[in-house]
């Protein structure tokens, strides 16, 4: 395996779609990833914060990626939310590590970014992964969602 890391492009999204959908794909949740919703994700998320946008690939085939986005907080600026995938077959080798890495050092060196915090899956895996970065569950936050057309109807009746 010879991962290398670099900025990505936009002609990496419509492979980095197809293998964001591949990915859900595999896993048990209640999310529902198509290529042309993934793209569309990471079409996003290039068009936000493009030079946040990193990309895992051996031998030129894209593995994995990463990208968040700059807000400005009280205490300086913190990385929100995000996407980080790696294809199952490169799990658990070091990729996600890889990318981070990567995508932290810019955040830091070019934003001065002082805070992740992102939505994950409630799994072992995922707690375990983020604890070993130093990343924890924040106890003063609960993540809601809903629908949007509901509270609005909601809304209207009050």
Do not use: C
Request: hydrophobic share 45%.
């Amino acid at each position: 395996m010879t991962v290398r890391v670099r900025a990505a492009a936009r002609k990496d999204l419509p492979a980095l779609g197809r293998l964001y959908a591949r990915i859900y794909a595999g896993m048990k949740t209640s999310e529902r990833w198509t290529v042309p919703t993934a793209t569309s994700l990471l079409e996003h998320w290039f068009g936000a914060q493009q030079d946040l946008f990193a990309v895992a690939e051996d031998r030129n085939r894209l593995v994995g990626a990463f990208v968040t986005a700059v807000k400005p907080w009280w205490d300086g600026n913190h990385l929100e939310g995000g996407e980080l995938f790696v294809d199952p077959v490169y799990q658990r080798q070091g990729v996600g590590r890889l990318l981070v890495r990567e995508v932290f050092s810019r955040a830091v060196q070019k934003h001065g970014a002082t805070v992740f915090e992102a939505v994950t899956f409630r799994t072992p895996f995922h707690r375990a992964w983020y604890a070993s970065l130093g990343i924890q569950e924040n106890q003063d936050l609960l993540w809601v969602s809903g629908s949007v057309p509901a509270a609005l109807k909601k809304l209207a009746r009050q």
